[in-house]
């Protein structure tokens, strides 16, 4: 009896590569040098971001805080998971409302301070509600 | 042990975290194209609003106790969902993400542990980092877990949102407070037919034979009992299965009475439903189409029909779909209505490695190429800006959201200002 010549099995490409145009172009020539020093581009996240599941973002709206370099339309990025501290920039949350400011943390009470003389600092007592929503950690500004 | 983390009325805290002024207000979420309620805050339950109460009805009801009306937006519950499950993972490796807004988490290797108060840090930090509140149960299988949950859950004042069912006394101290219709994995039927059979409780369906079980509710119910019982049984899927079926369908706007714009629609539902197949690195079967007219507007001719349209080979070509999907519409078109709402389903999937070659009928082996090419160049400039020319190329499907909060964690437009 004959021997039953084998099978050839195909198995379906399941890489997910696409036929793509090569970027750099293929050329048999010298290859380039830079091409064992590689390294990723810089990331204004990995500058900016610690914590990427604590981190937020929001945009400022007025003058309170333009003495801290803060003006109206920056990006302040916020990490949640800081814990607040005397002298920190905070997103806080007074009477229901946004607000950021530097806090001042007294003996027995907390001060937002506005960085702008035109503000007069905010006290907050027993009697407000305050809550520190996140730690303003940098800012983004247009120029 | 195992512990199920459970977002406490998961889309209305989502909205409350950008829009704290909402605390302690009723809130009602409504589905894609604000059709219906499908999620509610406490305070909205408590004033009766029924889960999937049509938003046209309700509008009057939503005035007088002004609740707070959302549309849907999934970019920002996907976001969120994905900030606590990534807290979740830094207390656990073994995670298993079983909705938007549950996780079991598995604590192997733990026995030194106080696993009550691992779990307060963990529900504490989510909190802190997401501003999300969760409960968490746990128990010694996952069906405990979820029940250990609902205990936190309906006792928070006590439990501070957190139970653990750690001993035989507080085990069956739960499955007797619990009715059998809101274990785990108990339907509608399975419940009628255990409450005829006298059983009221979880604790009851625990004391039932095994026999008796497997023969009534198979295998799975056999689990279920098991893992009540304390004896783990159902194991942490860690990798999410591939879906068994994957549908793009939507209410149109306003009613479609033109087939050509009938056919551009179920077009483009079916090219969806092949990218998301090859998203998952599957393929399908068959295909299954749908139409119907509207059914609030009884003075006007009422449709309703689908189809299935079998392969003989598996696809995930947007080609293949696509013209399949309008083959199936071609059947069960009927003019004369106006159509309210159409649907693609796929169906048969299977994993791209395990799909068989048919002998005599297969795809043009280009679609492959040309899919790659096309998922490539929507990755490169943006979704849907390549399409097939029985598409609408003016058109890109618009859903009514006319209550929709910011994307405020996913485009940087619409992040929160602050004062």
Redesign the interface.
């Known amino acids: 009896m004959k021997k039953r010549r084998g099978l050839d099995f195909f198995t379906p490409d399941t890489s997910g590569k696409g036929v793509w145009l090569a970027e750099e172009g293929v050329s048999a020539g010298f290859p380039s040098p830079a091409d064992d020093f590689k390294e990723g581009r810089i990331s204004l996240d990995k500058v900016a971001v610690k914590n990427e599941a604590a981190t937020f973002y929001a945009r400022v709206a007025g003058q309170s805080m333009i003495d801290a370099g803060l003006d109206d339309g920056d990006l302040l990025v916020i990490d949640r998971s800081l814990e607040p501290q005397d002298g920190k920039i905070a997103v806080c949350l007074v009477d229901g409302e946004f607000t950021v400011k530097r806090l001042k943390v007294e003996k027995d009470c907390v001060w937002l301070v506005a960085e702008n003389k035109n503000y007069p600092p905010i006290q907050v007592t027993e009697d407000n509600e305050l809550m520190i929503w996140g730690i303003v950690t940098h800012v983004l500004k247009a120029l | 042990m195992f512990a199920l983390v459970d977002c406490n009325n998961f889309y209305a805290s989502c909205e409350r975290i950008f829009q704290?002024?909402l605390e302690g207000k009723p809130i009602a979420i409504l589905s894609n194209n604000d059709g219906c309620v499908i999620a509610r805050s406490n305070e909205a339950k408590a004033l009766g609003l029924p889960m999937g109460a049509p938003a046209h009805e309700y509008a009057s009801f939503f005035n007088q106790h002004k609740v707070e009306v959302f549309s849907s937006n999934y970019p920002l519950y996907g976001d969120m969902s994905?900030?606590v499950m990534?807290?979740l993972k830094q207390f656990t490796p073994q995670v298993e993400v079983y909705s938007i807004d549950e996780a079991f988490l598995q604590f192997a290797g733990f026995d030194h542990y106080d696993l009550d108060t691992y779990a307060r840090q963990m529900r504490k930090r989510v909190r802190?980092?997401?501003?999300m509140p969760v409960s968490i149960g746990m128990g010694p299988s996952k069906a405990l877990a979820k029940v250990a949950n609902r205990v936190a859950k309906k006792f928070a004042d006590r439990t501070g949102g957190v139970y653990v069912i750690d001993n035989e006394e507080k085990r069956v101290k739960a499955l007797k407070w619990l009715p059998i219709g809101d274990v785990w994995g108990i339907g509608r039927q399975h419940n009628k037919r255990l409450v005829f059979q006298g059983v009221r409780t979880a604790y009851d369906f625990t004391q039932l034979s095994d026999a008796w079980v497997r023969r009534e509710m198979s295998v799975v119910g056999l689990r279920l009992k098991h893992d009540l019982m304390g004896v783990s049984s159902i194991p942490l899927e860690m990798t999410a299965a591939p879906k068994k079926a994957i549908a793009t369908t939507r209410s149109f706007e306003r009613m479609i009475d033109d087939y050509g714009e009938l056919r551009e629609r179920v077009s483009t539902f079916g090219s969806l439903c092949a990218e998301k197949l090859r998203r998952q690195?599957s393929r399908c079967h068959a295909i299954y189409v749908f139409v119907r007219s509207n059914p609030f507007r009884d003075d006007m001719p009422q449709y309703r029909n689908s189809t299935l349209v079998s392969l003989p080979f598996a696809t995930h070509s947007s080609l293949t779909i696509s013209q399949q999907a309008l083959r199936g519409l071609d059947l069960i078109y009927k003019s004369g209505i106006s159509y309210k709402k159409a649907g693609v389903m796929v169906t048969g999937i299977v994993p791209?490695?395990s799909?068989q070659?048919s002998l005599f009928e297969y795809e043009n082996p280009k679609h492959?190429?040309l899919?790659?090419?096309i998922?490539?160049l929507h990755q490169r400039f943006g979704p849907h800006k390549l399409k097939i020319a029985n598409q609408d190329l003016s058109r890109t499907y618009k859903m009514k959201q006319a209550r929709l909060s910011p994307r405020?964690?996913t485009d940087?437009r619409d992040?929160?200002?602050?004062?």
Do not use: F, L
């Open positions: 704290p002024a994905r900030r990534e807290v802190k980092w997401t501003g690195n791209e490695a799909h070659m492959q190429a899919m790659q090419s998922d490539r405020y964690t940087v992040v929160i200002c602050v004062k």
